[in-house]
C-alpha cells in the first residue's frame, strides 16, 4: 500500500516563493513526481524526481530525499495563473503494473 | 507529442442507463492505459488498469462488473458506466503509457460525467 500527505491548502501572493511538502509511505519507491490541476482540467506533469536533489525547471523546482520520504514543488515568482491545485504521486506496483498514485492535492492560491 | 484524448468532453445521462467513455492515444501505441476517477475537490483515484488484449486490474473497491474496460486495441481503451446512478457522477480522466517508453503516464483531457 502507499499513503502520500501534503497540505490541503497554501496562499500566497503574487512575486511570492512558495513551498509544497509531499510525504510519502509506499512499499516500493520509483520515484516522485508533481502535476498541476486547474479547475475543470486535466492534470499537467511538471516534474519528476527519481534520485535525491534539487530539479529545476524553469519557475518551478522539485526536491526529493528518499531517506525521509520527502519531497518539495517549488513554486517561485508567483503568478495569479499558478493557482490551482497541485498533486504529488508516486509510482506503485501492483499486479498489472506500475500505476501512478496521487496524494489528495494542495490547493494554491495566489492573491495581487 | 504523446497526445491523450477522451471522447466525450461531458456526458450527461438519466439514472439507470449506460455510458461509454473513449480513450485514444493519436499519435502513439500505448499498451497499457489507466482510468481514473476524482470527485469535487479530491484527489484522482485510480480505477483500474488495461492493458491491450487483457483483462483490466481492477482496484480495491471498484466494481467491474459496473465500470466495463475493454483495451481492444493499442490506441484505444473504453470505459461503459452500467446502470449509471447519479453517485456515479464525477470526473473521469483516463492515462496512457508509450508503448517501450518510460514510465511517464500522459492524461487525457477528462470527462464530466453526470448522472440524473
Known amino acids: 500500500g502507499q499513503s502520500l500527505e501534503q497540505p490541503s491548502e497554501v496562499t500566497a501572493v503574487e512575486g511570492a516563493i512558495v513551498q509544497i511538502n509531499c510525504t510519502y509511505q509506499t512499499s516500493g519507491f520509483y520515484g516522485l513526481s508533481w502535476y498541476q490541476q486547474h479547475d475543470g482540467g486535466a492534470p499537467t506533469f511538471l516534474s519528476y524526481?527519481?534520485?535525491?536533489g534539487l530539479e529545476e525547471t524553469g519557475r518551478f523546482s522539485s526536491f526529493l530525499s528518499r531517506s525521509d520520504s520527502y519531497g518539495y514543488l517549488l513554486l517561485q515568482e508567483l503568478q495569479m495563473k499558478d493557482s490551482a491545485s497541485y498533486f504529488c504521486a508516486v509510482r506503485d506496483l501492483n499486479q498489472a503494473g506500475t500505476a501512478l498514485i496521487f496524494g489528495k492535492g494542495t490547493t494554491l492560491s495566489v492573491s495581487s | 507529442g504523446a497526445v491523450v484524448s477522451q471522447h466525450p468532453s461531458w456526458v450527461i445521462c438519466k439514472s439507470g442507463t449506460s455510458v461509454k467513455i473513449e480513450c485514444r492515444s493519436l499519435d502513439f501505441q500505448a499498451t497499457t492505459m489507466f482510468w481514473y476517477r476524482q470527485f469535487p475537490k479530491q484527489s484522482l483515484m485510480l480505477m483500474a488498469t488495461?492493458?491491450?488484449?487483457?483483462?483490466?486490474?481492477?482496484e480495491q473497491g471498484v466494481e467491474k462488473d459496473k465500470f466495463l474496460i475493454n483495451h481492444a486495441s493499442l490506441t484505444l481503451s473504453t470505459l461503459t458506466v452500467t446502470s449509471a446512478h447519479p453517485e456515479d457522477s464525477s470526473f473521469y480522466i483516463c492515462s496512457a503509457r508509450v508503448t517501450g517508453g518510460s514510465y511517464e503516464q500522459y492524461f487525457g483531457p477528462g470527462t464530466r460525467l453526470t448522472v440524473t
Open positions: 488495461s492493458n491491450e488484449g487483457s483483462k483490466a486490474t481492477y
Open positions: 524526481n527519481a534520485l535525491d
